[in-house]
């Protein structure tokens, strides 16, 4: 799931609380993630903190200050019903087990609820050595 295959490009001082979008942090790196709270400027660049991550890895700029729209709730829409991120995320501060996700549940189904940050893609060399993927969302992702 390619964020740059589906969504819009905005601003990214111009997303909302709640907004689903991707980064593209290179040309070949990616993050998705649920917005928390409203775009601020630090540093004189605009960023944005995404919703259920560690406060040490949810503030997120944009090199070219656009990111990609997926996803926008509509007014009284139900949180259930909205789309969550896609991809790779760490369940629990500290674990260096990564779980596959989809909406709001693991591909093991041993995790449900998450809405944090997601990484599309895979990139051994961004992640601690001790880092490894859940096996079970692996064999599931490639059948």
């Given at each position: 799931m390619i964020a740059q295959e589906r969504g819009v490009q905005i601003p990214l001082a111009t997303v909302e609380p709640w907004?689903?979008?991707?980064v593209n942090l290179t040309d070949w790196f990616?993050?998705?993630f649920r917005v928390k709270g409203e775009p601020y400027?630090?540093?004189g660049d605009w960023r944005v903190d995404?919703?259920?991550t560690e406060a040490s890895m949810a503030s997120i700029t944009s090199l070219d200050g656009m990111v990609t729209l997926l996803q926008r709730r509509k007014p009284g829409e139900d949180a259930e019903k909205t789309k969550h991120p896609h991809g790779w995320g760490f369940w629990r501060a500290g674990d260096p087990q990564m779980h596959y996700f989809v909406d709001t549940?693991?591909?093991c189904d041993g995790v449900r609820g998450y809405a944090g940050l997601c990484y599309p893609t895979w990139e051994p060399s961004l992640y601690n050595e001790d880092t490894f993927r859940c096996?079970?969302?692996l064999l599931k992702l490639d059948s």
């Amino acid at each position: 799931m390619i964020a740059q295959e589906r969504g819009v490009q905005i601003p990214l001082a111009t997303v909302e609380p709640w907004d689903l979008v991707a980064v593209n942090l290179t040309d070949w790196f990616t993050l998705e993630f649920r917005v928390k709270g409203e775009p601020y400027l630090r540093d004189g660049d605009w960023r944005v903190d995404a919703y259920a991550t560690e406060a040490s890895m949810a503030s997120i700029t944009s090199l070219d200050g656009m990111v990609t729209l997926l996803q926008r709730r509509k007014p009284g829409e139900d949180a259930e019903k909205t789309k969550h991120p896609h991809g790779w995320g760490f369940w629990r501060a500290g674990d260096p087990q990564m779980h596959y996700f989809v909406d709001t549940v693991s591909l093991c189904d041993g995790v449900r609820g998450y809405a944090g940050l997601c990484y599309p893609t895979w990139e051994p060399s961004l992640y601690n050595e001790d880092t490894f993927r859940c096996a079970e969302c692996l064999l599931k992702l490639d059948s």
